[in-house]
């Protein structure tokens, strides 16, 4: 059975502060790994994808992605009250299988 | 260029009807997947298709439910005799490759309230 462990959270943080989200997996055989939001009542969108061990950087935003610990991460840098959401991973092994989701929340 | 087309938005059924829900994939893809989400919870893998073939269905309930993609028309996702449990919003996907990337793209999903 494969499985996905988000924290769900919530997550609060000031505005401009860094927002680390986590997700642990059980599926050896998963080579890629992708970070959706989802804000509320919408439906997920694709925000990173990450392949390879180490780190890939987008704008605010950085995947981590470690496959010996089966572990993957998303840092947002510099957060904004836009950012509030909840960030879904999936890596995929097969079919997409998706975490519960780590819901965010940005002060002003 | 339209994205993933579902209708209806929103659905209400009374206990024991039938629910159709109905998605289009994007121009050009032609896989589809269909997600279910109750509230407050993530996304729960239900079937995967492509064009006259169900790939997937691992996930979906062993009853009442089912889920075509014709040759011609929107994929369908069926449900009979619906209870309470079924209200969920029900996202679908597409995929152009052969295989599941990650890449999917979602509709804006149907809400199903079962009275």
């Known amino acids: ?108 | 260029n339209a994205g993933v087309m579902q209708n209806p938005r929103h659905l209400v059924r009374r206990r024991g009807q039938e629910a159709r829900l109905r998605c289009s994939p994007m121009k050009g893809h032609s896989h589809v997947y269909w997600y279910r989400q109750l509230p407050e919870e993530g996304l729960k893998f239900m079937v995967y298709l492509q064009k006259e073939n169900i790939i997937d269905e691992s996930g979906m309930p062993k009853e009442r439910f089912s889920a075509e993609f014709p040759k011609e028309g929107p994929s369908i996702l069926r449900i009979q005799q619906v209870v309470r449990g079924d209200s969920a919003a029900y996202f679908c996907a597409s995929s152009p490759r052969d295989s599941p990337t990650g890449e999917l793209f979602f509709g804006e999903g149907s809400r199903l309230t079962v009275l």
Do not use: H
Request: glycine residues 10%; neutral net charge; charged residues 20%.
């Open chain 1, 1 to 108: 059975q494969k499985e996905v462990e988000q924290n769900s959270g919530p997550l609060s943080v000031p505005e401009g502060a860094i927002a680390s989200l986590n997700c642990t997996y059980s599926d050896r055989g998963s080579q890629s790994f992708f970070w959706y939001r989802q804000y509320s009542g919408k439906s997920p969108e694709l925000i990173m994808s990450i392949y390879s061990n180490g780190d890939k950087e987008d704008g605010r935003f950085t995947a981590q992605l470690n496959k010996a610990s089966q572990y993957v991460s998303l840092l947002i840098r510099d957060s904004q009250p836009s950012d509030s959401a909840t960030y879904l991973c999936a890596p995929n092994g097969g079919n997409l299988i998706f975490g519960k989701g780590t819901k965010l929340s940005v002060k002003p």
